[in-house]
Every structure is written in C-alpha cells, then in structure tokens.
C-alpha cells in the first residue's frame, strides 16, 4: 500500500494563479480532509469528505475548493492565489465517516505564493 | 465548541531526561477522542495514540507514556530516557464522537540535544 500520497511536494504559484493539489489513497477509507498547517497555528481543517460525492467545509475553506469523484482521490484546488495562502498543506484519511479515527497523512506540499 | 490547548511552545533538554508534553482540552461532549500525532523534521505526521473518553487507564508504549485525567481534561504525554531522534513537534487532539472536524493543538516543538 502506499498509503496517502500528494502530488507536488513543492510548489511556487504568482498570486491570482490557480492550481490543484492532488491527494490520493489506497486504503478504501471513506473520511478524508485537507488541512494547512501554518507557523504556531497547528493543523487548521479547510474542507473534508465522508465518501464519493460528499464534500463539505472546515474551519477554514474560503478561497478553496474540492470534490470527490471517487473514493480514492480527493483534489484541492486553489482559485485564485493569495500570498496568505502560503503554507504546508496535508491531507489525510481515515476509515469511517467521523473523524474520531486515526488519520493517514499524506507527505505534505508546501505552497509559496508570491 | 472543542479546544485543545498546548501551553508549551517549545522545550528543549538533554538526552536521557524524562520531559512531559502538557494537553489540556475543552469539550461538552461525553463521548470524544483524543489523539497524539508526531511530527518529526522530515514532516510527515504520525499517528502515535487514541483514547476515547471512557477509558482513562494510563498507557504505556516503550519510552512512551500517556496520563488521562477527566477531572483536570488532561491528556499529559511523558517521554522516558529521551533521544535525539525524539526532537519533533508533538501535536495533540480531539474529536467529538459524532463530529467531522478534530480541533489540533498549536503543537510542542520538542528539541533533544546530545
């Protein structure tokens, strides 16, 4: 298995750009999310999904977008890019639909936004 | 609404010392989970213990010890003997039974010098 993997590892975006970060899993859980970790901020949630075509928001999912076509992939896009957008961004999966599991995270993006 | 609080920002000691990560936690819930993950320098994030709240029997894994205390809401993490490949930051949570959204500690960076 390999687990969650995250597609790109590093990525510089000017602001106003738009982009996709890709998430994938291969453990068939149905929960998976996305949070941004920001310095002294800990683990924010932006938005997470309970199963294929079930997606909703987190703390923090202005300026974010998502959805999940299947069970496997789970895709953040970004609209329009803003420096404070700048961050280490996880995902994550865990089995069942709560988040009272144990969750599988993904190696992590870091994102610059100039 | 849940809160975890991680008072300590950063501690730093020397190998071999017992140091102790303090979590402290807010809910109104009677059934939650409360976690411990592991962030070493490399980034990724693991999984390290889940307890639910019916259960505070401390556990012990190794050099790794876990003290739950309802009537403080504490959730205290105790390192024995520590070692270099210890230094990470240490991020505690909780999720409420039926909740979609765990709450993250800031985290504790924990440094370990030779």
């Known amino acids: 298995n390999a687990g969650v993997t995250q597609t790109p590892k590093f990525q510089v975006l000017k602001t106003g750009q738009s982009m996709t970060l890709q998430c994938a899993q291969d453990?068939?859980?149905?929960?998976m999310s996305w949070y941004r970790q920001d310095p002294g901020m800990g683990l924010r949630l932006i938005h997470y999904?309970?199963?294929?075509?079930?997606?909703d928001q987190g703390e923090v999912p202005n300026g974010y977008n998502v959805s999940r076509s299947t069970t496997e992939d789970f895709p953040l896009r970004l609209l329009s890019a803003a420096p404070s957008q700048t961050s280490v961004y996880f995902c994550?999966?865990?089995?069942?639909?709560?988040?009272?599991?144990?969750?599988?995270f993904g190696p992590g993006t870091r994102l610059t936004v100039l | 609404a849940q809160k975890v609080t991680q008072a300590q920002t950063e501690i730093s000691v020397v190998e071999k010392e017992d140091v102790t990560l303090d979590c402290v936690y807010e809910?109104?819930?009677?059934?939650?989970?409360l976690f411990w993950y592991k962030q070493p320098p490399s980034g990724e994030l693991v999984f390290l213990i889940r307890?639910?709240?019916?259960?505070?029997q401390n556990e012990i894994s190794g050099r790794y010890s876990w003290n739950f205390q309802k009537s403080t809401s504490s959730f205290n993490f105790t390192i024995t003997a520590s070692q270099v490949v210890d230094s990470a930051v240490y991020f505690c949570?909780?999720?409420?039974?039926?909740?979609?959204?765990?709450?993250f500690g800031r985290g504790t960076s924990l440094i370990v010098h030779p």
């Open positions: 307890r639910n709240s019916f259960d505070e």
């Open positions: 453990m068939n859980h149905e929960y």
């Open positions: 999904s309970v199963g294929a075509g079930i997606t």
């Open positions: 809910t109104r819930d009677t059934t939650y989970y």
């Open positions: 994550a999966s865990s089995y069942g639909v709560y988040s009272y599991n144990e969750q599988f």
């Open positions: 949570a909780l999720s409420e039974a039926r909740s979609y959204i765990p709450t």
